[in-house]
Each structure stands twice: as C-alpha cells, then as structure tokens.
C-alpha cells in the first residue's frame, strides 16, 4: 500500500510518529464514482455496462493508492496560476473563488469609501458593481457604444467628477473594449481602472491581452464561460509592481508564514493598499478547481478557434441582411473571444424593433437573450435612494439599443445544422417582420 505524505507544514512539519492531517475526511472510491457519473451522465444498458467496468477499476486503485495530502491551495493552483501567467504575458497572477472576489480585492486597494464614485457601464453583470455598492460608494453609470454595447470612453469622461475613484470598463461578450482613451482619462484624474474581463480570457487589445491593461483585470471561470475551473473560479491580475506579492495574502486572510507571533506558526497582517492598509477576507480555491482550469488551458486555443469559426459563419450568413448588424469579428488591433455573439437590428430597416424579433425566434426553437440588462432598473439600486428614470436620460443609447436593438445569441458546441437552423431561423424571422407577416 502507499505511504501516506508528509500532511501540510502548518500542522506538521515533516514525518512523525502521530502525526496531524491537514485533510480532514479524505475521499473514497464510493464518492469518486459519485463524481464520475455526475460528470459523465449517462443512461442505458450500454451505459451502465461501461459504468460498472469504471467502478471496478476505481475500486481496485483505491486498494493501492493513499488520498492527497492538500485539498486547497497548493501544487495544483499554484500550476493553474503559473500557465495563466504564461498565457497572459503577466506575473503573479492569483486564483480566486470567482471573479467578483477579484473585483473585491481590487476595490480594498483602491482604498473605496462610502462616497466615492465608480463607474460602470450601463450594461454589464450585477457583480461588476456589487462591492462597491455595498460599502456605500455612488455607483455612476457610463452609457455605451451602439455598436459594441461596452461602455463609451467619451461618456465616461462627462460623467468623471473629483469623488472618481475608479472606471470598471467590461469587455462585453468578450469583444474588446476601447482602452487608450479610458486609460489616458485614468492618467490625467490619478484614477484606478479594473477591467472586468469576465467574458474576456485570451482576447486582445493593440497587442495586449484583455485584463492585462488597467490596473487590474478580474477573469470568470464560471460554468457558463468560455473555459471553466469546475464550475466556478477567477483569476487577478495587476499592473502595479508592488502589490503582486500581496495578491496572494490578499486572498487567505493575510497570513504570514514567513514570520510568526509569539509561540505560534504563523503572522496574520494587514494588506499593502493604495493608501494604507486592509484586511482580507478568505477567497481560497481548492486543487481540484486549480486542475480543472489547467485541463481547460492545454486546449483553450482550440476552444477560441472553434467560437471563432462559429462567429465567422454566423456573420458571413447573416452579412446579406441590411437590416442587421452581425457580430464583428476584430482584426490585427481587436480580437474577441466570441464568448457571446451578437446581433444589432436596425428597426426601420428590419420592419420591428428586437422585442418582435425575440419573439419571431423563440416560436423558431432558437435560444437567444440580451445577456445583460441596464443596472439601474434593479430594484436593490431604487431602495438605495438611485433614480431610474433620471439615470436613463443620461443613457440613451442604452435605453435604445437594450429595449429595441440587440440580442445575443450561443455559438459554442453548436453543430453544423444547428448553425444553419439558426442563421436561417434569424434571416426569416426579418423576412416575416418586412413584410409584416
């Protein structure tokens, strides 16, 4: 049988006699053919054939292996965050339970107060906000360009005032937004940029990843994203030097190995910010998360090739129609990640606005949704004193694109007739609202 490892350094500090595991409960064969078979769903005798042959396997292994010696933090993350890093051109990158974990960190070093002002796009993902709102910051809402549905750098410089604090631009759907103009206007007001670049791993922007421009970038390896860390997970990263050795503590409480409190293993500190210290919180992730998004990595080019050849056909179909704007697909400057694609209708051209064409589709079978809504007409914003109506004057391309002109659509893991169904489906839904059918 194999020899149990060394348990984790905290609770021992090398081979003794009794020693203490840092796992608590370790895992059997009995729960690892749980996981398979959630995993690997299946039904049939063909199935449950292939199913028992597994078990048999597995129940042997266990006879002859011994269980990991760390379930969290350890050789497996730390691999995940090295190939990010090789894949992003950065250093110190940091894995995180989720995205909005990164957003959270990145907000403790901006050194936000009640008060303060940050700005969003008008359309993105409730977590893009969801930090700074809860501490007490003013959240301002840039409107966003009509053809790429991110937020509009000019309307970002309208809305800055001397209780800006930080610009969150988000790359929608993975498609790059317009960074130069954002980050001269963060140069000129001594102003923080984190770019939530969800939807956003392995696009690029004038040569340089998505993420990797502002002063932070937050990733999402959710289940719904282009590569996933079993369902869940973030990675940050950061542009300012002196901060990357205190992302990792950032993460874990701001523990200290390397020096200890009387009588104890260990040191507990405060985090370097941007203007003093903060505490942190626990955003840990586990070897198996850290594994995963290894595994997702290794074939993550051709994961990007197959969403852009699915864009490709989309718009090279849907190019006939003038009354749409198909998804872009980039060029040498801009590459997308195509984690959503989408459509933009022109309503006079089309004979009906995107709320009749919705409809068209959803009596087609075909799935599509306006992937974000505006922020301001969630109710959480109303009961914290925010006026809607006031807020969406001063968005109206938002206001107008969202209620009568863009969708987006899924590409990924589409077959060939599947695509076709869905280029015909959009093309003849506009057919029937021409000609008011």
Known sequence: MAKKKASDFRYN?????????AVGENYNAEDLMAIVGFLMKGQGDEYEEALKKVEEAVYALDKVSAPPAKLSLDVEVAKAEEMCDEFLGTEGCTFLTNCTAGFEIACKYAGLKPGDEVIVPAITFAATMAYPLSIGCKIVFADVDPDTLNMDPKDVAKKIT????MIVPVHIGGYPVDMDPIMELAKEHVII???DAAHGFGGEYKGKKLGTIGHFGAFSFHEVKNMTSFGEGGILTTNIEEFRPEMKRARFLGTD???QIKNWLYDVTSIKGKNGGFVATNFSTTEIQGLGLQLQLKRYDEILKARYEAAAYLTGRLSVCDALKPQD??????????HLYSVILDPEKAGGDVQTFKKKLAAKGVTEIAHFGPLYRFDVLRELGYDEAAIAATCPVTEEVFDR???HFPIYGLSKEQLDYMADAILESIDEMQKGI
């Not at 500090?13 to 595991?21: D, K």
Request: glycine share 6%; proline share 6%; net charge positive.
């Open 13 to 21: 500090t090398g081979e003794t006699r009794v020693p203490w595991a």
């Open 162 to 165: 001397d209780k800006t604090k």
């Open 193 to 195: 940029v984190l770019e």
């Open 257 to 259: 190995f390397s020096r």
């Open 329 to 338: 697909l980039g060029n040498d400057e801009i590459k997308p990640t195509f």
């Open 405 to 407: 002109r863009f969708t």
